[in-house]
């Protein structure tokens, strides 16, 4: 059993940043590939960013490549989500979620825990 537990949430305005924080307890985190998800109202919950157990393999989705950074810290037991020049359409609700395995996947029903998520919400 793995809690994940995000942070960092917020308002902000257009072309601010902003870094979400997950912190995961129980089994042992370095076995698990970890991801943030999206969901805006009336969407689909969408893969924002993956990153594998070891940290050294990530996926970013083409909205947010080259304005997020992912990275987890496997001593703390932490991931975050840094992003930059964020866009009024970035604005959602954001899920930490686990993956027992590897690699991460594009699909969320292949994820085994998840955080109860963290609002952000981009001001133009």
């Known amino acids: 059993q793995v809690q994940l537990v995000e942070s960092g949430g917020g308002l902000v305005q257009a072309g601010g940043s902003l870094r979400l924080s997950c912190a995961a307890s129980?089994?042992?985190?370095?076995?698990?590939?970890m991801a943030w998800f999206r969901q805006a109202p009336g969407k689909e919950r969408e893969l924002v960013a993956g990153?594998?157990?070891?940290?050294?393999?990530?996926y970013y989705a083409d909205s947010v490549k080259f304005r997020s950074t992912i990275s987890r810290d496997n001593d703390r037991n932490t991931v975050s989500l840094q992003m930059n020049s964020l866009k009024p359409e970035d604005t959602a609700v954001y899920y930490c979620?686990?993956?027992?395995?590897?690699?991460?996947?594009?699909?969320?029903?292949?994820?085994?825990?998840w955080g109860q998520g963290t609002q952000v919400t981009v001001s133009s």
């Open positions: 979620a686990a993956k027992e395995s590897s690699s991460w996947a594009r699909s969320s029903s292949e994820y085994d825990y």
């Open positions: 990153i594998n157990w070891t940290g050294g393999r990530t």
């Open positions: 129980g089994r042992a985190f370095s076995l698990y590939s």
